[in-house]
């Protein structure tokens, strides 16, 4: 009989991970009118039980067929994930915002808790925004992760209305115990001009939960840049930022270098085509040489940086370790520069790291390139008038121009920009989480604990499995001060992650034994290299009255198989083994 449950709960752990409930109909070019044209797809959304996505892409979707649709998803409470994009192809304008006012009350309906909404390439313009605003206040997206709008054509209008949307439902979902935490933003090519960043950037701070922020080809300029700066330093966990093809000028350079040596956890800066210049450059060096400890991709392409600036940003990458791309292609550079860039790289052996240098414009005339820059400044600032509603605004840009003549005429072409010093922080447990080490996790104190216990979300269940993996890899057997504060620290985590309800514990279980490479997902999560430390700690937790009894046996069972991924330490699985045997309920 107890092998019997134990398959049960095994097959039913497998069965999370296989990427169910998902209905696709992507890229099948169908043109929807009528109710008569989609009730085939009604009929397989009404039979679908659990149905949780459904994709859309790549049809075009009139007001009728989307109204069908809608009703057909009344009743789909378990749903979370809306890929609509690219699906009003040949539509009139007028025709989106009744289609997507009717797919949203259906979602209201059925009671959903959207993960996902991806409505990318819909010209919908503001009128478009407006038609998901009611939907994005309300319930339905207090659980909302990731928010697609890339080339949707909201214009400030509609950046203005989807930042009050988003800024409310985090303060009804505050209200409401579980505060909206969006972890993925994509809004490029949508002309959101200074005001529309302006205001997303305020809903920005007030989430602080980003974790991907994508926002090319805007016509932001410094003041939108550098208020898209003071938001997204409040956001610690950002790892990807893309802003390319937007204009900084030096002034929002400056300003998002100083920024960006708040946030330890980034990976990719895409500031390519933004006009930083050469003073930009220089601060986000020093930046460099200060933070961003696990950079992987920097891109400072086609921004008129000249070869000094560029190459203190080469000197500058020497220590990261992580870093697989550095582009500075299409500055202002000069041959001599250009070779003096990769001599500097190829001596720090990273000259596979640096991308190519084909389309260098040369060498400026120096009187030629600060002109240019007051110029380009200069034009920032009218373009700004224009859009000033207000003249508190207008009294900020006097001060801004007044701070920039002045910045103009100190001599710091050839050196480092000093950037505003950032306030010493002590060690984090973000720091620790972001990097592990046995140092920084016993310079957290003897309340690393309670630390863990208020700072990791264990909602999150992918969270909070990384940081179990991440404490417990630091794990020392030797090391009686680690080891007890390593297991002090995994008792805090645990205790509170296996106070929540019992599916959430089932998911913890299931996504630890697919990080641990016992069980196969089709999620695209790639297992970590088993170190004997997370098996240590995991026989630690399982002799303690917090764990789970009925999940002895699962873990049992998975343990039991001969499995590659755990080869490496092949005392500790073993030893873990036999407690859970030992711990078994006799039969």
Request: charged letters at 25%.
């Amino acid at each position: 009989m107890a092998s019997d449950v134990v398959a049960q709960l095994a097959d039913s752990l497998a069965r999370t991970q296989v990427g169910e409930g998902e209905l696709s109909f992507k890229g099948q070019g169908l043109k929807l009118d009528t109710a008569e044209s989609v009730k085939d797809i009604v009929k397989e959304i009404q039979e679908y039980k659990g149905l949780k996505a459904l994709r859309l892409e790549g049809n075009t979707v009139g007001v009728e067929a989307a109204q069908t649709i809608a009703k057909a998803l009344q009743d789909k409470a378990d749903f979370q994930c809306c890929y609509w994009s690219d699906m009003f192809t040949g539509r009139l304008r007028s025709e989106i915002p009744p289609a997507l006012i009717s797919l949203g009350e259906a979602l209201l309906t059925a009671g959903a808790q959207l993960k996902v909404l991806d409505l990318s390439d819909n010209a919908f313009g503001p009128d478009g925004v407006k038609s998901i605003e009611n939907l994005l206040k309300s319930s339905a997206c207090y659980t909302l992760q990731e928010l697609r709008l890339n080339n949707c054509g909201m214009g400030i209008g509609g950046g203005k209305i989807l930042a009050a949307a988003l800024t409310e439902c985090h303060k009804r979902s505050s209200e409401a115990g579980s505060p909206l935490k969006l972890k993925i933003f994509i809004a490029g090519r949508n002309r959101l001009e200074n005001c529309g960043a302006t205001a997303l950037a305020q809903a920005f701070q007030l989430m602080g939960s980003l974790e991907e922020v994508h926002m090319p080809q805007n016509g932001i300029n410094h003041a939108g840049v550098t208020a898209l700066a003071n938001a997204l330093q409040h956001n610690p966990q950002l790892r990807v930022l893309n802003l390319n093809d937007n204009t900084f000028t030096k002034k929002g350079a400056i300003a998002m270098a100083q920024a960006l040596k708040h946030l330890r956890n980034v990976q990719v800066i895409n500031f390519g085509d933004c006009l930083i210049r050469s003073e930009g450059a220089l601060a986000i060096a020093q930046t460099l040489e200060e933070g961003l400890p696990i950079l992987k991709e920097l891109n400072l392409s086609f921004g008129e940086i000249t070869s000094e600036a560029a190459l203190a940003v080469a000197n500058a990458v020497d220590n990261k370790h992580q870093l697989e791309k550095l582009d500075l292609n299409g500055n202002s550079i000069g041959s001599e520069g250009c070779q003096d860039i990769k001599d500097v790289m190829q001596s720090m052996n990273m000259g596979d790291v640096l991308a190519s240098l084909s389309d260098d414009d040369g060498e400026p005339d120096d009187d030629e390139d600060e002109d240019d820059d007051e110029e380009d400044d200069d034009s920032d600032e009218e373009e700004e008038d224009e859009e000033v509603e207000d003249e508190e605004k207008g009294e900020d840009e006097e001060d801004e121009e007044e701070e920039e003549n002045h910045m103009q005429k100190e001599p710091s072409k050839t050196k480092m920009v000093s950037t505003p010093q950032s306030s010493p922080r002590p060690p984090d447990l973000s720091s620790f989480l972001c990097f592990p080490s046995p140092d920084k996790l016993l310079r957290l104190g003897d309340n690393r604990a309670e630390l863990i216990q208020k700072q990791v979300d264990v909602t999150d269940i992918s969270k909070t499995v990384e940081a179990f993996l991440k404490i417990s890899s630091v794990y020392k057997e030797d090391d009686v001060g680690v080891k007890k504060a390593v297991l002090d620290s995994v008792d805090g985590l645990l205790s509170k992650t296996f106070s929540m309800s019992p599916g959430q514990n089932f998911k913890f279980i299931s996504a630890l034994l697919v990080m641990l490479g016992l069980l196969k997902s089709e999620d695209k999560l790639k297992p970590v290299p088993v170190v004997a430390g997370h098996l240590h700690c995991l026989e630690h937790a399982v002799k303690q009255s917090y764990f789970p009894g009925e999940h002895i046996a699962v873990l049992h069972a998975f343990l039991s198989k001969q499995n590659k991924s755990l080869d490496s330490c092949i005392s500790a699985r073993d030893s873990l083994r036999l407690t859970l045997q030992g711990l078994l309920p006799e039969s």
